[in-house]
């Protein structure tokens, strides 16, 4: 008898399986200098000798040419809002008491971008355009994770 | 046999290239098949910007644990602003890959393609065997709780009843395969041992043991396919692709003939009249088999029509299968010696033809100019066949 044309469900035999696997991932040998780099609070990107683009995050290679990027260069932090969204539901669709703001960022030079937590603003205030810095966590709390970025935030004049 | 060859151009293989294989890179998937890539590229002086069309093979997801995996790895692959295909038949992607790259090519669509192979299996904890607990049929098989190695073991064990067979027999293939691996520089468990090493190890599920058994490992290969009028610009040794076959039997074990791999003859049979091969014994130079498992040489060099059925292990012992043998079966040293990171182990087959029958294999080398070669590899569900047969 087809499921759709029970009245009670629980009625269909069934059991219940997962497949037990975690994987462990490495950060692979790009990833290993610009992890690093965000312990040290630095952004780093790669950049291709061949058409001079230069790629964050990093790859090992340029996906113009396909040489290996090799040569690092030291970002300045600060960027610009590309788009942004306004997240209300979590995983488990529950709803955020504090919806989260999730934007993503592209700086000047690079190819790609970062898509990370815009924090100290309101929803109200984001606009496209608009530029922002990146706020690293205190070095005693980084650990060589994206999340060693906290958040970006506006950019304050100085 | 049902299949048209009308209207296909030739193809060849015109580059190739392959990482070390390792129990555990360092380098992202991606980074594994960017260096396979480039190393194929660079062997025949072509840039990606020559590359039409790019086939990627890549074994489950869940070695890697990245969803759509193929799609993840196809920046590594040169794919970026291409057409992309990935194949995925599990343990006879290397093969199949290729396969589709020789479609891609012989229908006129393209005139170069890369064709990408990557695993990266250290990645899936407690161990990549766990990612295959779900193959078996959810209510009849799971709750038993079965494991690859049932398979292999009541196959391995069916074959040796059927023929009489030892598992001395059967283990001079591991200590063949690891000795021709001695000469390769990209492999893992490259050894000198001899068949007591064998019977001696580790018990698994009997008659399977440890050194019956290919490693878990991580790599990747790559191999550059072209046009006839694009190989002949590109190199002066092209290598054809004479034909391919590849065939499936049925999703279940219990229905397939376990001494006896049924669906590699029906591959290897479509390869044979599609290249005009009558008598593959005399035909076909070198082979290299599918071999994660020492039996399963045996068994695909009888299902490959290479051996009668049952005396594969006789011509072994007699040294057919020697690499200057009368008929030389993975000179390469294979999954056993090489190392078996899936799809990429399947491909680095058909690499080791390229440069078998270029004269490029180095310390492995087959003597006497061998003109035909034979890969052949097997996956999916334990049923699948997948044949390529080239030639210079
Ligand atoms: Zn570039």
Redesign the pocket.
């Known amino acids: 008898m087809p499921l759709d044309k029970l009245s009670h469900p629980q009625q269909a035999r069934a059991w219940f399986d997962n497949i037990p696997i975690q994987n462990q991932y490495t950060v692979g040998i790009a990833g290993e200098v610009f992890f690093r780099g965000l312990m040290d609070g630095k952004l780093l990107a790669a950049h ?1 000798q ?2 001079g ?1 230069t790629f964050l995050p990093p790859t090992l290679y ?1 996906g ?2 396909f ?1 290996t990027s090799g040569e690092w260069r030291e970002i300045v932090p600060h960027g610009v809002i590309d788009t942004f969204t306004v997240v209300h539901l979590d995983l488990e669709d529950n709803r955020l008491e504090q919806p989260e703001l999730i934007a993503l960022v592209r700086f000047e030079g690079c190819e790609g971008g970062l898509i990370h937590r815009l924090g100290e603003i309101d929803a109200a205030q984001v606009e496209v355009g608009m530029p922002v810095e990146v706020v690293f966590r205190p070095p005693q709390e980084r650990e060589g994770s994206i999340l060693d970025i906290a958040h970006v935030r506006p950019l304050t004049k100085s | 046999m049902a299949f048209r060859r009308t209207g296909l151009r030739r193809v060849a293989v015109v580059g190739a290239g392959m990482t070390k294989f390792v129990r555990r890179a360092q380098e992202t998937a991606q980074e594994l098949a960017f260096h396979a890539s480039r190393l194929a590229l660079d062997s025949c002086g072509l840039r990606i910007q020559d590359i039409g069309a790019v086939c990627l093979g890549t074994a489950p997801d869940a070695f890697d644990g990245v969803h759509m995996n193929g799609e993840y790895l196809s920046d590594g692959a040169g794919a970026y602003g291409k057409p992309f295909m990935r194949a995925y038949v599990g343990g006879g992607t290397g093969v199949f890959s290729v396969i589709q790259g020789w479609y891609h090519v012989a229908s006129g669509l393209f005139d170069a393609v890369l064709v990408v192979c990557e695993e990266k299996m250290s990645s899936c904890l407690p161990h990549p065997q766990a990612a295959f607990l779900t193959i078996f049929d959810h209510t009849t098989e799971r709750p038993l709780k079965p494991n690859l190695l049932w398979i292999f073991a009541l196959e391995m064990n069916r074959y040796m009843q059927k023929y009489g067979l030892s598992k001395k027999d059967i283990a001079r293939v591991a200590v063949k395969n690891k000795r021709n691996a001695m000469d390769h520089p990209a492999a893992q468990l490259a050894a000198e041992i001899t068949v007591e090493d064998v019977l001696n190890s580790e018990v698994l599920a009997w008659p399977v043991q440890r050194l019956d058994v290919s490693p878990t490992s991580d790599g990747a290969v790559a191999v550059i396919l072209a046009s006839e009028d694009a190989a002949k610009r590109i190199t002066d040794k092209p290598v054809w692709i004479k034909s391919v076959g590849w065939c499936l039997d049925s999703a279940y074990w219990t229905n397939r003939d376990l001494s006896y791999p049924e669906y590699v003859e029906r591959a290897a049979r479509m390869a044979y009249e599609m290249a005009g091969i009558k008598e593959p014994r005399k035909e076909i130079h070198i082979v290299e088999p599918y071999d994660p498992f020492d039996y399963k040489e045996l068994h695909h060099l009888e299902g490959l029509l290479l051996a009668p059925k049952g005396e594969a292990p006789r011509l072994l012992a007699e040294g057919v299968f020697d690499r200057d043998g009368d008929l030389p079966a993975t000179p390469s040293g294979g999954l056993l010696g090489v190392g078996n990171p899936i799809a990429a182990a399947g491909l680095m087959k058909v690499a080791e033809l390229f440069w078998q029958l270029r004269g490029e294999a180095g310390k492995r080398q087959v003597p006497g100019n061998p003109r035909t070669g034979l890969a052949q590899a097997w996956g999916d569900l334990m049923q699948v066949g997948t044949v390529a047969i080239l030639g210079v």
């Open positions: 291709c061949e058409c683009r340029c113009n040419c040489s």
